[in-house]
T-cell receptor
Framework: AQTVTQSQPEMSVQEAETVTLSCTYD???????LFWYKQPPSRQMILVIR??????QNATENRFSVNFQKAAKSFSLKISDSQLGDAAMYFC??????????FGKGTRLHILP | GAGVSQSPSNKVTEKGKDVELRCDPI?????LYWYRQSLGQGLEFLIY????????KSGLPSDRFSAERTGGSVSTLTIQRTQQEDSAVYLC?????????????FGPGTRLTVL
């Protein structure tokens, strides 16, 4: 069975600094998708970034980028120039052709002014 | 509408009562998903719909849980004889189609509290 592990329940970063959130997953599949979702206090889950497993190039969305290591089954999220609005729960998620998304337990990110 | 909507946003009920949660997906989205998020936990997949059909109901926690979707649009999640352990945020998401590449867009959730 596929699993997603986020080993950091909470993290803090100084505003304008860079922070990396870790995610590892376990699967025997070769084709799948990986996602990072952000959940602010409003509860609304927002897609931050996604990565197709068949693409070697790391996905980037403005200040957000990933370090995708397929062989190591690692998918970390880097947030550059952290802003107060980045404070939220961040969930790593995995999806393959079974059509279910499997989420990690989340990392709560605090931004220190 | 512009996004996925869910109602009610909050629901408080007494143990043993039935509750019905509603999800309105983004117009044109054929796939719809239900998740449960317990306090301090990640999301637990419950069920998905392709059109009005739910091919896999194995994620539903017990036979007290059921879901339906009509007209390929609105979906309702019904919990019968609620228990305290059912207290959680129930999130709905929709995507354009049921393919792994499609992004799921989430609603704001319904917070269910069972007293």
């Amino acid at each position: 069975a596929q699993t997603v592990t986020q080993s950091q329940p909470e993290m803090s970063v100084q505003e304008a600094e860079t922070v990396t959130l870790s995610c590892t997953y376990d699967t025997s599949e070769s084709d799948y998708y990986l996602f990072w979702y952000k959940q602010p206090p409003s509860r609304q889950m927002i897609l931050v970034i996604r990565q197709e497993a068949y693409k070697q190039q790391n996905a980037t969305e403005n200040r957000f980028s990933v370090n995708f290591q397929k062989a190591a089954k690692s998918f970390s999220l880097k947030i550059s120039d952290s802003q107060l609005g980045d404070a939220a729960m961040y969930f790593c998620a995995y999806r393959n052709r079974d059509d279910k998304i499997i989420f990690g337990k989340g990392t709560r990110l605090h931004i220190l002014p | 509408g512009a996004g996925v909507s869910q109602s009610p946003s909050n629901k408080v009920t007494e143990k043993g009562k039935d509750v019905e949660l509603r999800c309105d997906p983004i117009s044109g989205h054929t796939a719809l998903y239900w998740y449960r998020q317990s306090l301090g936990q990640g999301l637990e997949f419950l069920i998905y719909f392709q059109g009005n059909s739910a091919p896999d109901k194995s994620g539903l926690p017990s036979d007290r849980f059921s879901a339906e979707r009509t007209g390929g649009s609105v979906s309702t999640l019904t919990i019968q004889r609620t228990q305290q352990e059912d207290s959680a945020v129930y999130l709905c998401a929709s995507s354009l189609a049921l393919v792994e590449s499609d992004t799921q867009y989430f609603g704001p959730g319904t917070r269910l509290t069972v007293l």
